[in-house]
């Protein structure tokens, strides 16, 4: 779950809420209730970790880099 979150680069829990959202309930639904309580830990301790490092400024949001190209190609047009 860690390494999910990492690819994506995720930083702000309120800006990306609803893919964390996801995330875990795909874990709760695809592993055995035994698990739960492990899952749901290991999502709070993500969760907690990443509300309490410092927010990146608006303008340092990481952008994939597909997304920052056409946003400059629309300019240029």
Known sequence: MQEMIEAR??????????YLH???SCYLKLNPKNTH???ISAF???IVCLLSSPS???DTH??????????VSRLLV
């Open 56 to 58: 990146p400024e608006p």
């Open 37 to 39: 309580k492990f899952i």
């Open 9 to 18: 680069e995720i930083r702000d829990v309120r800006a990306n809420w609803d």
């Open 62 to 71: 990481w952008k994939p880099e597909g997304l920052q190209q056409r946003k």
């Open 44 to 46: 709070a301790d993500i």
């Open 22 to 24: 996801e995330l875990i």
